[in-house]
């Protein structure tokens, strides 16, 4: 489990990104923070890993404060993968994966084992292993960046946006890849997006967030559909725009399903 | 011809004089450039100051220089490890700067990935920072390559044996093919320097095909024609 305990950034420029936070994040489940650009999710979710040490409070993984382990031994311990793939441009894509491996002390055979196994696993085919990153699709580049977050088999996966770069249809197939791998792996994955229909299909548990890292509504995206706590959350989540009210018209003998727009959204399944 | 079908074993020994007196300055302004632009691009305050340290040493003239360090560094007059120092120097306060710029076109967001996903500092900086430098990092030191190519030959003028002994010579008897021999020795060096590096960037940089961020500050051979215009005796 994460545990934030009344947590706060204020950046050395007097930015505060986050003011005081608190939540915890069950293990194996995924959390998605969501809300607009600056709102602290980046912020947030480095604090994690250490890539920002906060200025107040504390990031307790299974109990113990983040701030008493060492960093880099801490940072190989959780997967991370953020926005563009951030992988290194002057290594293979199976390099970048085995990489890390290599960096937790496995040797030369055992990482590459292990790196092809988990791009097998991301759904990459074996033929691009071989490549540069920049030789690569957006798409591929990002299941290579999942592939060497998941590599090292960390409890814990932060994913900054991962799927932000891309065209939606790869986006689509991303976010079912990544369900379905967390069907099979059982992470305990903190998500960050500004998408909330992504924060909806992928998260446990949502997060919506106001500037300073403030907590609009903590939630399963049921609980928070069924009740959203205030009209920041109703507009955040578009129940305003009458996109999510949807309401059953029987056309033509079908039962179609139909949003306050009166535009067709799709068919109901008996 | 004749000239050259009668001395082609001087002109070999002088050749092989020049390659050492250039190929070493190269190699070790390499190795200690490197570090300190480093260095300088990590400390942004003292960037400034170093790069000018460095602009200040160029403009020494090299022939003054080669006069005055015997008796900084205690070598004999004709002692070829004045050219050698005295190119290192220069070679340094060339390189200095491009190594600066060649770590500060490593992208922030590829190092921050790195530290992100658990590399240590020095991992970091063996394992990113220096290959992905490597682009910028070889268009300076081919700059630096062709320039100490043909500075060794001011060494000629303390007599000191290289290529350029063939100007000297060949000034003093009237001997024009000597000179043109001297001059094609020592392009022919300098591309032949040129050609390994390009080559060795090939091998060691299969990624990079065209440096990104690539700021070659001078085009070599630019630089190299200022230098056989004799622009810095
Ligand atoms: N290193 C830093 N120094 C100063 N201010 C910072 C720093 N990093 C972030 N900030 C500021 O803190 C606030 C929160 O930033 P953060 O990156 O956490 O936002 P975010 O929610 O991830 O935004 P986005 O969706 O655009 O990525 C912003 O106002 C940002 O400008
Ligand atoms: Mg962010």
């Known amino acids: 489990m994460i545990e934030y305990r009344s947590i706060g950034k204020t950046f050395a420029d007097g930015t505060e990104a986050v003011g005081d936070f608190s939540l915890q994040l069950p293990s194996r489940t995924t959390t998605v923070f969501v809300g607009s650009s600056g709102c602290g999710k980046t912020t947030l979710l480095r604090m994690v890993n250490r890539m920002v040490d906060p200025s107040h409070g504390q990031v307790l993984i299974d109990d113990v404060d983040v701030s008493t382990r060492n960093k880099v031994e801490l940072r190989r311990s959780i997967g991370y993968v953020m926005q563009e793939a951030g992988l290194l441009p002057h290594r293979k894509v199976i390099d970048n994966v085995a990489l890390m491996m290599r960096l937790k002390g496995a040797d030369k055979k055992e990482a590459r084992d292990r790196a092809h196994e988990v791009l097998e696993t991301v759904g990459l085919d074996s033929s691009l292993a071989n490549r540069y990153p920049a030789q690569l699709s957006g798409g591929q580049q990002q299941r290579v960046g999942v592939a060497r977050g998941l590599v090292t088999d960390p409890n814990i996966l932060l994913m900054d946006e991962p799927f932000g770069a891309v065209d939606p249809i790869v986006r689509d197939e991303l976010q079912q890849e990544l369900l379905r791998l967390q069907r099979e792996l059982d992470k305990t994955i903190v998500f960050v997006t500004h998408d909330i229909d992504e924060a909806f299909l992928l998260g446990d548990q949502v997060v919506i967030l106001k500037k300073g890292g403030e907590i609009a509504q903590v939630g399963s995206p049921a609980e928070i559909l069924a009740k959203p706590a205030n009209d920041f959350v109703s507009s955040f989540i578009g129940l305003e725009k009458g996109h999510r009210k949807l309401h059953v018209e029987e056309r033509n003998g079908t039962r179609i399903v139909v949003d306050e727009t009166g535009k067709a959204t799709g068919v109901l399944s008996e | ?233």
């Open chain 2, 1 to 233: 011809m004749s000239w050259f079908n009668a001395n082609t074993d001087k002109v070999w020994d002088l050749l092989l004089s020049h390659l050492w007196l250039s190929g070493l300055p190269i190699l070790l302004g390499f190795v200690i450039a490197v570090p300190i632009g480093w260095f300088a691009n990590r400390h942004r305050r003292l960037r400034g100051t170093i790069l000018s340290l460095g602009g200040i040493l160029y403009t020494i003239p090299s022939l003054a220089f080669f006069l005055v360090l015997p008796s900084i560094i205690g070598t004999g007059f004709l002692d070829p490890v004045n050219v050698v120092v005295a190119l290192t120097v220069y070679a340094v306060a060339i390189m200095v700067r491009s190594a600066a710029d060649a770590f500060e076109s490593v992208s922030p967001a590829v190092l921050d990935a790195a530290t992100a996903t658990g590399f240590a500092p020095t991992g970091r900086a063996f394992l990113v920072e220096l290959p992905l430098a490597g682009p910028v990092l070889l268009a300076g030191l081919r700059v630096v390559a062709v320039s100490t190519v043909s500075l060794v030959s001011v060494g000629a003028l303390i007599g000191v044996s290289n290529l350029g002994s063939l100007f000297t010579e060949g000034y003093r008897t009237d001997n024009d093919a000597e000179i043109l021999i001297g001059v094609i020795g020592i392009v022919g060096l300098a591309l032949l320097f040129d050609l390994v590096l390009v080559i060795a960037g090939r091998l060691l940089m299969p990624w990079a095909r065209t440096p990104r961020q690539g700021r070659s500050p001078v085009s070599p051979i630019m630089s190299f024609a200022q230098h056989l215009r004799g622009g810095r005796v």
